[in-house]
């Protein structure tokens, strides 16, 4: 019996040793850069100047009646496509941090996982107007401003083909991986000096990323690196939240990228007394990003191999 359990260890020391040194080549990789939405994730406008405005009153047998007023100056409101039709998305800053673990003794075939966070509307700065206030004497201004958000924070796990990397000079590569994305999107709304109110996004989406680059080794412990990747972000579990509404105050509020029919207010007039229905459109939620880098090479098993 001690000799089947001698041979066992000396068998599993034997394996883990082999295999330890078939994965002793790691890359810690950390880049930044920009990042730009595509398709249903991009938007020209978050919010829309018009001197069209609805005003809602109730009579006196408390009915709603809504009244179009044309305004002698533009009021500001939120645009009646953000998050039905859009994601009002524009370019912002991407962050990265990758593992890479060498799968095969050419150093070609890798394992790879990754933290990267995207925030859109970087380079955004808040939105203002007036809204106006009714009085006897006509409708007054009052200012108004609004600032908007849209951000994911994602974990990947994927796999990295690197053909020229045995040369430890240049290797191009081509990854791809499968992501959960945590997204997040704020709509801020201030009205005169400090009133404020906001409605928050939160959705978790699964989805993929395939990505490129080249990187450039400087010596056996650190490398630069360039490289791109486009991100499918919302492929698995879109949905809209019937049971929902696009209220301000929410703080959980979906981001509805199935098609569906919800309630909300925030399109509205502050001060509206009716909820209308909103129609949104199933959207894709996709981004490319453009990244440079640190490559960094440590010897897990203390002799550097050249």
Known sequence: M????????????????VSFAQFDKFVIQFSAGVTNPDKQLRGNNYVNYSNLYDR???????????????????AVLPDSSL??????????????????????KYETVRLIGSLNFSSFNSFEGSKSGFIPVFTTSGPQMNSISYNYSFSNFGLGLGFEVAPLSFTKVVSPFANAQFNFNFMNAKLTRTTGVSDTTSINFNDFRMGISLGAGIEFKVNPQWGFVIGAKYDFGNLLLKNTDRAGSLDWGRTNASINDE???????????????????????????????????????????????K
């Open 2 to 17: 001690k000799t089947k359990v001698l041979f066992l260890v000396v068998l599993f020391a034997i394996v883990a040793n």
């Open 56 to 74: 809602y009153y109730l009579d006196s047998a408390y009915i709603v009646h809504v009244v179009h007023e044309i305004l002698p100056f533009e």
């Open 83 to 104: 998050i039905k039709n859009n994601y009002g998305a524009k370019t912002g800053f991407f962050l990265q941090g990758t593992g890479k673990i060498n799968l095969d």
């Open 259 to 305: 098609e569906g029919i919800i309630q909300g207010n925030i399109y509205d007039p502050p001060g509206a007394l009716v909820r209308t229905n909103i129609k949104t459109k199933q959207k894709d939620i996709n981004w490319s990003s453009f990244y440079i880098g640190v490559n960094f090479y440590p010897n897990i098993i203390g002799t550097n191999k």
